[in-house]
């Protein structure tokens, strides 16, 4: 039998019932070469301190639910693995830049108010009955925004942007690139509209390419992509303005 | 809910936390020495605008060997303003379709380099054709 | 929602930003090195070259293009890096780092108009 290895793990505790600053616990615990973070921590929830809160949900990196600070990085816990992490300590905390609800759990009011804002949805170009049939596309067509439309929200990419971490009014790196989703898809009608939020002062003006965002994503989203491809087109409109014939 | 009470961190020395940014930082702060240069040949215009003896001036403190220190050094600042330029380049432009395919950004970068290089050799060429 | 008047000091850093990355090293190289160490001819980087290059049109573009680009390139990226460093001192930072690229763009272009073609 080998030796089971053991490694440490140092989590950022906030418990706000106990009207305390954040602290510091450690543990070390057995773990396998299959284990991740996220099954580290529910090995400490379930036998060594049952008031540990964090998030999950599927633990196949799907539901970006997960996210924490693993190292210092935005990360997914669920596919994370201690062994990548050997000898330790590992080092675990939540989300940066968002405030702390309890221990790794962050407080997402933020993100999906502006969820909602994007209009994260089709908004037919032209309405189509039942019987006139689905809305078609191309393969070229879904090429255009495809890429941007496998972001699973996990908000890793905003723990990676140090501008929404100054300035929490800027919309933000994976919102962005799911606003391009839908403004790229060629079933869409709302893409003026949502151009409104990406030319205001809260849109994609904050970013300063720092590209980050684009390095955490568990997704290959490259939402610093989706900002700055924006601040190109929101650029031409803020010219466009003053050509004869327009407005 | 009454027991709710978010704990915000703190932003301070933000740029500490992760090598990432402080690469980021050491190319924003190449701003600053294209600011200084910019202002070197801004007042290299104004002596040459008052006159031969003024200019000569000019001209003699860059021949000054902290000038010439300063000026190796702004070359290298430039150089790294240029590696980093090229090579955030594949987020900040809208993606180049070759052949159905999307470029790779490595590809990108590449070529942002091989440009400036070719830009430069050729500025260079022609201060030395000029000069012949 | 208000809209940014940032597109007008991106469009002005992006051009900075792409001209120093393809010639700024060179421009240091030949004006701050190999001209003061005469390793170019005297006359090149003397008075008379260098008035008859800022009076021919190209010449004169190019000149206003680098100081004027070059400082909008180096504002812009200032007055974010002042927000970067926790200075969040707003208008003041803004009118200062633009405001010098302004006021340098209209004395380099005075002057270089001055020198006559
Ligand atoms: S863009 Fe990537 S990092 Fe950002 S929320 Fe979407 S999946 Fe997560
Ligand atoms: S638990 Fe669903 S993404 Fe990790």
């Given amino acids: 039998m080998p030796e089971p290895r053991t490694i440490t793990v140092e989590v950022l505790r ?19 070469e299959d ?62 830049h968002f405030p702390i609800e309890r221990d790794l759990v962050v407080d997402a009011e933020d993100f999906v108010g502006k969820l909602e ?36 929200n996990c908000m890793l990419c905003y723990s990676a942007c140090p501008q929404y971490g100054l300035n929490p009014d800027f919309l933000g790196p994976g919102l962005t690139a799911l606003l391009h989703r839908y403004n790229s898809d060629s079933r869409d009608g709302a893409s003026a509209e949502r151009m409104q939020l990406v030319h205001s002062e809260e849109g994609v003006w904050s970013c300063t390419a720092v590209g980050y965002c684009s390095e955490v994503c568990p997704k290959q989203v490259d939402p610093a992509n989706a900002v700055n491809v924006n601040k190109t087109a929101s650029a031409i409109d803020w010219f466009a303005r003053f050509l004869p014939g327009k407005r | 809910m009454a027991l709710r009470r978010t704990y915000v961190r703190s932003m301070d020395g933000w740029w500490r936390r992760d090598p990432f940014f402080i690469h980021y930082m050491a190319r924003e702060a190449t701003a ?23 200019f000569g001036e000019w001209l003699e403190g860059l021949a000054n060997p902290w000038s010439i220190a300063f000026h190796v050094a702004l070359c290298a600042i430039f150089a790294y303003h240029t590696w980093s330029w090229f090579r955030i380049m594949p987020k900040t432009m809208p993606p180049v379709v070759v052949g159905g395919r999307r470029l790779p950004g490595a590809a990108i970068t590449a070529l942002g380099l091989a440009a400036a290089a070719i830009a430069s050799a050729a500025f260079v060429a022609f201060v030395a054709w000029l000069a012949s | 929602m208000k809209r940014s008047n940032q597109p007008v000091f991106w469009v002005l850093f992006g051009a900075g930003g792409m001209l120093s990355a393809l010639l700024g090293a060179a421009l240091v190289f030949v004006t701050g090195i190999a001209a003061p160490l ?80």
């Avoid at chain 1, 540990?52 to 970006?64: D, E, V």
């Avoid at chain 1, 089709?122 to 879904?142: D, F, S, V």
Wanted: hydrophobic content about 45%; glycine content about 10%; some cysteine.
């Fill in chain 2, 32 to 54: 600053v020495f294209v600011v200084a240069y910019a202002l070197i040949l801004l007042a290299g215009v104004i002596r040459l605008s008052q006159g031969e003896a003024a």
């Fill in chain 3, 38 to 117: 005469h390793w170019l001819p005297t006359r090149t980087m003397g008075y008379e070259g260098v008035l008859a290059f800022c009076r021919n049109g190209a010449g004169k573009a190019f000149v206003f293009a680098v100081i004027s680009l070059f400082l909008w390139h180096g504002a812009h990226r200032i007055y974010h890096s002042l927000h970067d460093l926790g200075l969040h001192t707003g208008m003041v930072a803004k009118a200062a780092c633009y405001g010098l690229a302004a006021a340098a763009t209209i004395l380099a272009a005075a002057t270089l108009l001055q020198l006559g073609f």
């Fill in chain 1, 117 to 152: 804002r994007i209009k994260p949805w089709i908004e037919p170009r032209e309405p189509r009955t039942l019987e006139e049939g689905p809305y078609t596309q191309t393969p070229a067509q879904l090429a255009r925004y495809e890429s941007f439309s496998h972001c699973i």
């Fill in chain 1, 14 to 32: 906030y418990q706000p019932a106990k009207g305390t600053n954040p602290y510091v616990d450690r543990w070390t615990i057995p773990y396998t």
């Fill in chain 1, 35 to 96: 284990m991740s973070v996220l099954q580290g921590l529910q090995y400490i929830k379930d036998t060594l301190d049952g008031s540990l809160t964090f998030r999950w949900s599927c633990r196949m990196a799907i539901c970006g639910s997960c996210g924490m600070m693993i190292g210092g990085v935005p990360k997914l816990a669920c596919r994370t693995f201690l062994r990548d992490l050997a000898p330790g300590p590992v080092r675990v905390e939540a989300l940066a």
